[in-house]
């Protein structure tokens, strides 16, 4: 890594750690409850007055270091001993944030609830600047993430579990030296639950940003090359398929869509079965519980089967897009290609009429069963769309051509969308 690189790096995440402290800040200025993982120190900060927040919590980071060399021994590498230099740093910023918010107070319960949002938020953000240059992280993740690949298990299962613990130990903590629960509110649970989820909504949005700015990665299209891969998103029934294949044939192009199964078990060494159960498919009740767990920010090791699957059908759909002259089905194409100049993103919807006739067909349903299936594995890839992107599925503006099959029909569809890669060459 150039030392410019290493510095731009470092100044994100920096200035990542300080918002996550001011975040702190704003929680404790709340008075409802602080962060899970900022528990611990702010309790004993009450019984050790004569230490900081920032100072203790810099002792509960180095003890989590040790932690991780207990339990990796040889396998902890020197490296990660500069977790206790970001300690330090991460200590210091949470004394200046408790600093300069010294004089803000909450006359009341609804701006003690602002306060707690605004922390949440700044929380959130602050992580993502933290994680996505990929340079640094502190003692707390560094524990989780060592306990998730001693125990095999998957990042976000072992985080819960974390701050559940972090929680308790307080609570416990607080009534043995204080006689009472200190830091432990209403506060501390939409903390938990609202950080996540504007990870989850904010990182696919933010992320992108910062790393094109340390790679320098602009995004303009070759007039004179044009565009030679095109992305179907599509409700079911539309016709997307049958309209990818015969545009694919006429174009004379690869068309990646069923592939993908036996492809995604090469990468990511999942079997076929688990794959054409979740390929594409995520409920609201999965997607809460992810977006509570921080899943997949941290790294890309100890990751749930599903962000495996995600990874690896990532993967193909950029080994396709580098070599151009393609049509991808589906999986987050639009989004994984984001930065592709030559990428014509397409979105095929459809009447429910239109729709029913088709699946009904297809599968060998009642038309009210098709119309079941239809909304239930809609909903299925909006929610696994909106989770890996931060997007809307099915957001018109999003797309270069919205497509309604059922007012125009599959085959003029395939003559609209081949003539506009024809006119972008």
């Given at each position: 890594?150039?030392?410019k690189?290493f ?14 402290s ?14 899970p ?54 200590g210091?910023?949470?004394d200046?944030?408790?600093f ?30 933290e ?29 819960i579990?974390?701050d ?9 903590s ?6 009472g629960?200190i830091?432990?509110?209403e ?21 992108p940003?910062i790393?094109?700015?340390?790679e ?11 565009y ?42 999942l ?11 995520m409920t609201?009740g ?72 088709r ?8 038309e ?5 299936y ?44 081949y ?7």
């Amino acid at each position: 890594m150039k030392i410019k690189s290493f510095i731009e790096r470092l100044i994100i995440s920096v200035f990542g750690l300080f918002l996550m402290s001011l975040g702190i800040a704003f929680a404790i200025r709340s008075s409802l409850g602080i962060t899970p993982i900022s528990c611990p120190p702010y309790v004993f900060s009450h019984y050790f007055t004569s230490w900081t927040l920032g100072q203790l919590t810099v002792g509960m980071h180095i003890t989590m270091v040790i932690a991780q060399v207990i339990i990796l021994r040889k396998e902890f590498k020197k490296s990660q001993y500069f977790q206790i230099v970001v300690s330090f740093l991460f200590g210091f910023l949470i004394d200046f944030s408790m600093f300069i918010t010294s004089s803000i107070i909450a006359p009341n319960y609804f701006v003690q609830i602002l306060y707690v949002l605004l922390g949440s938020l700044l929380v959130a953000i602050g992580i993502i600047f933290e994680v996505t240059p990929k340079l640094l992280y502190l003692a707390g993740d560094g524990l989780m993430i060592t306990v998730a690949k001693v125990l095999k298990r998957p990042f976000g299962q072992v985080k819960i579990a974390f701050d559940v613990s972090l929680v308790l130990f307080s609570v416990i903590s607080g009534y043995f030296l204080l006689n009472g629960i200190i830091g432990v509110r209403e506060g501390t649970v939409i903390s938990a639950l609202l950080i996540g989820f504007i990870i989850g909504k904010l990182n696919p949005v933010i992320s992108p940003y910062i790393t094109r700015f340390i790679e320098r990665k602009e995004k303009s299209r070759n007039v004179m090359q044009g565009y030679n891969i095109i992305t179907i998103g599509r409700e079911l029934g539309s016709g997307g398929r049958e309209i990818g294949q015969k545009l694919a044939k006429k174009l004379g192009w690869e068309f990646i869509d069923r592939q993908f199964i036996k492809q995604a078990v090469e990468k990511s060494g999942l079997n076929s079965e688990f794959i054409e159960k979740n390929d594409q498919q995520m409920t609201k009740g999965e997607m809460l519980l992810r977006y509570l767990s921080m899943d997949n920010i941290f790294n890309e090791e100890n990751l749930s089967d599903d962000d495996k699957l995600f990874i690896a059908q990532s993967k193909i759909i950029k080994e396709a897009g580098e070599k151009g002259n393609c049509i991808i089905v589906g999986r987050c194409a639009d989004v994984v290609l984001d930065n592709c100049p030559n990428c014509f993103n397409i979105f095929i919807s459809a009447d429910v009429d239109f729709a029913k006739k088709r699946v009904a067909e297809e599968f060998h349903l009642t038309e009210d069963e098709a119309i079941n299936y239809i909304k239930k594995t809609n909903q299925l890839r909006r929610n696994h769309y909106n989770y890996y992107t931060g997007r809307n599925w099915g957001e018109a503006s999003r797309y270069d051509m919205y497509i309604k099959s059922s007012k125009i029909g599959v085959d003029k569809a395939v003559e609209a969308v081949y003539n506009a890669i024809k006119q972008g060459r």
